[in-house]
């Protein structure tokens, strides 16, 4: 009888360690296609649509215009966070996961098939809009449906390693889509690029779908979740119970990622415009550093992650706030130097050994701070509200900061700093959750 138990017990475990692989490899998977999507569009919003879709205005302009057309699609993210969170935190984490894939991959691939503006005139901007809309609400589901299932799958001391590898999507995500332009760049001239071949990235994400789309539907329901619907314990209104039960977490998820993804935004996305603008520097070295970078990031954040389990979420999440914080300035008088090593130097420092230290052990300690029966809505609610208030703003803010300015980055540098002085203290508000169980309301 004791050899059996044994036994049946060897069986579970190993079922139990399969599932985990399963998840975090479906969570990464569908993650990276999906931040594949969102991120050619920031490439492209970048160097080519301001040309594309509003060539009546001056470049600045056009480039500020471009960027506010980025920073719709996160204006959407806490609806979209809202909505998939009660029905998350309702229904089920998986169906949330499917739903999510589905309608980025649908807008992105519209986006490959939409007309210019010499074409359609202002219809064209308008239908982008729309569309950057329809992804940042996919998106606003996205991160809180992947992370949440990761760690509710994890063992309980690896939950900052396996909710890392929804954070790992993000860099391989950067790395295909700058990867995928930087092929299409430099096999076309300019004219042809701007004339048909810009629509290529986005159309390739079609086969990309197909594939996260077969993994997600084949994984199983959180066990969390399933004990909670087993229970008859989900709560009916789980959003509005953030709001009014939970709402200090709320505030500290939120300025804690502010800092995080406002340097993410400026170093992946504005940096391109910069260096090509105002640097005069080639758009290959850009692009190249990101995607030094972003191959180093498929190590560094779960290699974070996992520091996290093992001397805590708050020590290692503040580190790299104080430290990202204080990068901001040595980081525009390396890039400023126009060296391409000294460039590629300060993005890996900003983004790898900095940035990481946050994202990486994010999931985990934003999944950690709210209870099972709105933690899907508490995470992904907290995520995007922080997200559109700096993220989202950044490139658009920068780019002014720097116009206003007379192309001094000073401005931008304060900016940073302000966004930093919140999430130190936001941080140093949470509490320490690594040692937490799972199991609470």
């Excluded at 098939?113 to 809009?129: D, E, H, N, R, S």
């Excluded at 590898?165 to 995928?180: A, E, H």
């Excluded at 810009?198 to 390739?204: D, E, V």
């Excluded at 959750?433 to 799972?438: I, N, P, S, V």
């Amino acid at each position: 009888m004791t050899e059996v138990a044994r036994t049946y017990g060897m069986e579970s475990t190993k079922k139990a360690g399969a599932s985990h692989r399963r998840v975090a490899l479906a969570s990464l998977i569908g993650t990276a296609v999906e931040w594949y999507d969102y991120y050619i569009y920031g490439v492209c919003a970048a160097l080519l649509f301001p040309k594309l879709f509003f060539p009546s205005v001056s470049p600045l302009i056009g480039t500020i215009a471009a960027f506010a057309t980025y920073a719709v699609g996160f204006a959407a993210r806490p609806i979209g966070a809202a909505v998939f969170g009660h029905y998350g935190d309702r229904i089920g984490r998986k169906s949330m996961l499917v739903v999510s894939l589905l309608m980025m991959g649908g807008s992105t691939v519209a986006i490959g098939v939409l007309p210019t503006f010499a074409t359609a005139g202002l219809l064209a901007p308008i239908l982008l809009c729309l569309l950057r809309i329809i992804q940042g609400f996919a998106v606003g589901g996205e991160w809180g449906s992947a992370v949440v299932m990761a760690v509710e799958h994890a063992p309980e001391n690896r939950r900052g390693l396996f909710g890392s590898f929804p954070q790992i999507g993000t860099p391989l995500g950067l790395l295909l889509s700058t990867g995928v332009f930087a092929l299409v760049s430099s096999s076309l001239d300019e004219a042809t690029l701007l004339a048909w071949g810009w629509r290529i990235p986005f159309l390739a994400s079609t086969a990309m779908i197909a594939i996260g789309m077969f993994i997600r539907m084949n994984v199983h329901e959180s066990p969390v979740f399933e004990e909670i619907k087993r229970k008859q314990e989900a709560v009916s209104a789980p959003a509005l119970e953030v709001v009014k039960a939970h709402r200090k977490t709320l505030l500290i998820t939120i300025g804690m990622k502010m800092l995080q993804n406002a340097v993410f935004y400026l170093y992946s996305v504005f940096m391109l415009s910069f260096i090509v603008g105002s640097l005069k520097v080639e758009r290959s070295v850009g692009l190249n550093a990101i995607l030094i970078s972003s191959c180093i990031g498929i190590a560094t954040i779960p290699l974070w992650s996992y520091l996290s389990d093992l001397i805590g979420r708050k020590k290692v999440y503040l580190t790299g706030t104080i430290l990202s914080t204080i990068f901001i300035i040595p980081f525009f008088m390396m890039v400023e130097t126009r060296n391409v090593y000294l460039i590629t130097i300060a993005i890996i420092i900003g983004l790898n050994i900095l940035h990481d230290s946050m994202y990486g052990p994010q999931a985990v300690y934003f999944s950690e701070l709210f209870g099972t029966k709105v933690r899907l809505s508490g995470a992904n609610i907290g995520y995007a509200i922080g997200a559109v208030l700096s993220g989202g703003l950044a490139p658009m803010i920068a780019t002014y900061l720097l116009a206003v300015n007379d192309g001094k980055t000073w401005g931008i540098s304060l900016y940073v700093i302000g966004l930093g002085v919140i999430s130190i203290v936001a941080t140093a508000f949470a509490r320490e959750t690594f040692k937490d169980g799972l199991h609470r309301n």
